[in-house]
């Protein structure tokens, strides 16, 4: 199994929702980029996580762009209703 496989499905639905409901994706990938990261660090099965770095090193350059097409002053809890 991937190390990266759990967060999977919150990437492909941060994908799906990224021009239906932009604000949705971004905070879907945040956790999935946060959780991924948290993964790798705690992993103690030797595997070679090299790869799923630099996998979660380019979702954060996305999420990066992701943030600047936000509205102004855009926070979580100004959102809470559609998270």
């Known amino acids: ?32 980029v946060q959780k991924g990261l948290e993964i790798i660090k705690s992993d103690t099965s030797g595997a070679d996580t ?15 762009q992701m943030k600047k097409g936000l509205p102004e002053g855009s926070t979580k809890e100004d959102h809470g209703h559609f998270i």
């Not at 990224?18 to 956790?31: D, E, F, M, W």
């Not at 770095?53 to 990066?64: A, S, Y």
């Open 1 to 32: 199994m991937s190390v990266i496989a759990p967060i999977k499905p919150y990437i492909k639905y941060s994908m799906d929702m990224k021009t239906a409901v932009p604000i949705v994706a971004y905070y879907c990938k945040l956790y999935a």
């Open 50 to 64: 090299g790869d799923a770095k630099k996998f979660l090193i380019g979702e954060m350059g996305d999420l990066e």
